[in-house]
């Protein structure tokens, strides 16, 4: 048996095609959202675009998170993608906690994990989260033994979902680890017909693979 899981950061629009496509194939997965940067009952459709592509991601509204992310965990990724080590260490703790305190309250349920704005963590950040309930916090970082983590709340992945080495990886990590966890945008899908098709074919694949079991992210540290 190999254990997987996934998750994807940011909120933005594409996360509804990737909650469908990922109950279309049975898959766990994991959200990492910022609360300050969801309004409402409007989706945000303008604002920054993703590299040089012209492609806005965009945000869902507030109010439809939760039928959006239904049957999904969700998790901080602070208030409004605040990087450790750039503001103060108080603030950020206010802001990853503020935000846990936030998602909890409007799914009805605990929300440990967490996702480190722009892979960038600390050691006393790490602390701090760790100290304030956390019960990991995963980086950008890769590592071909998911379960040797030295701090719960510096979790390395096992590669992101476009690497063209994903499947090599995690043939590796049948014969390894036993774990293999992925994460991504799904803004980097853009609209692209054969970047979805791409995605969907690894959910298809792993769903037929008789020795795959989907995991909540928060069992990677149990």
């Given at each position: ?18 909650a469908?496509?990922c109950?279309?194939y ?7 959202l ?5 309004v409402?009952n ?17 945000r869902?509204?507030?109010n ?19 990087n ?7 603030v ?12 909890e309250?409007m799914f009805q ?21 760790l ?17 040797s ?33 992925f ?5 980097e ?23 795959v079991c ?8 149990k």
């Amino acid at each position: 048996m190999i254990k997987v899981a996934q998750c994807w950061d940011d909120g933005v629009l594409n996360d509804e095609k990737v909650a469908e496509l990922c109950r279309k194939y049975e898959a766990k997965a994991t959200f990492n959202l910022n609360p300050a940067n969801h309004v409402g009952n409007k989706r945000q459709t303008s604002g920054w675009t993703y590299r040089d592509t012209g492609y806005c991601p965009g945000r869902l509204a507030w109010n439809e998170l939760t039928s959006v992310y239904d049957g999904f965990d969700v998790a901080s990724h602070t208030m409004c993608h605040c990087n450790a080590g750039v503001v103060d260490d108080r603030v950020f703790l206010t802001e990853a906690v503020g935000a846990k305190m936030l998602l909890e309250d409007m799914f009805q349920k605990a929300c440990t994990g967490f996702a480190w704005p722009c892979g960038r963590y600390t050691q006393t950040t790490a602390d701090l989260l760790l100290a304030a309930g956390f019960s990991y916090g995963r980086t950008t970082e890769y590592t071909d033994r998911v379960s040797s983590f030295k701090h719960p709340m510096i979790l390395h992945s096992s590669c992101h979902f476009q690497d063209p080495d994903f499947w090599k990886i995690f043939e590796t990590a049948k014969t390894t680890d036993q774990i293999f966890y992925f994460w991504g945008h799904s803004y980097e899908m853009m609209d692209d017909p054969a970047l979805w098709a791409d995605y969907e074919d690894k959910l298809r694949k792993l769903h037929e693979d008789p020795e795959v079991c989907w995991i909540p992210t928060t069992e990677l540290v149990k």
